[in-house]
């Protein structure tokens, strides 16, 4: 009985899957066929995924479970390796290394700075004066007003700042104490605190 439930979901499963691609399933009749449509579904997908969208309405205002959820900066999750970096971000501009610390590497770009601690994000470094910062696919103004509308209150404040948690995401301002602006932003792991 198990297997014809597994064998239902099975064929249940590809038949919802071309329906959804557009494609009746009657109509590929060929291997050549079969891949054209899924090379035409992939680059779709990945466009889809790749959209960046702008906030229509203030991110703070929206329901909790709609909240942004700092599950990526610049396209960079707390997850990504340099590989990973590399291949959303191309080669960075220079690679400098912690004559301190072992198995430190910063990468350093246009608009970031990413470190990574034994190939993993360590946190990623927004400088100031960069205009916007794109978190969770949405173009935020890197200010603490910007920050705080999209956001709302700050989750927790130091001697050097505000900060935002999400989970076991922190995105942390840094704010310059002689005139109040942001001095830079980092996004890193709860865990490195």
């Known amino acids: 009985m198990k297997n014809i439930i597994l064998i239902g979901c099975i064929v249940g499963s590809l ?4 329906s959804v691609r557009g494609v009746p399933i009657d109509t590929i009749d060929s291997p050549a066929q079969a891949k054209e449509s899924d090379e035409a579904s992939v680059e779709t997908l ?3 995924a790749n959209k960046v969208t702008t906030a229509s309405m203030n991110p703070a205002s929206m329901p909790a479970e709609k909240q942004m959820q700092l599950g990526s900066v610049e396209g960079i999750t707390l997850y990504d390796s340099q590989k990973d970096a590399i291949a959303k971000l191309g080669e960075p501009l220079r690679v400098t290394e912690d004559p301190h610390i072992a198995g430190l590497e910063t990468y350093h770009y246009d608009r970031m700075n990413i470190v ?3 190939g993993i994000v360590d946190f990623v470094e927004i400088p100031p004066g960069i205009g916007s910062v794109l978190i969770d696919g949405i173009r935020i103004p890197a200010s603490v007003e910007g920050m705080k509308q999209a956001f709302g209150e700050p989750d927790f404040e130091a001697e050097d700042g505000v900060g935002f948690t999400r989970g076991e995401a922190v995105l942390k301002l840094f704010i310059d104490e002689s ?3 942001l001095a830079a932003i980092h996004y890193f792991h709860i865990a490195s605190v």
Request: net charge negative.
């Open 15 to 18: 038949i919802g899957f071309a």
């Open 46 to 48: 990945f466009a889809a």
């Open 116 to 118: 990574f601690t034994d």
């Open 179 to 181: 005139n109040g602006q």
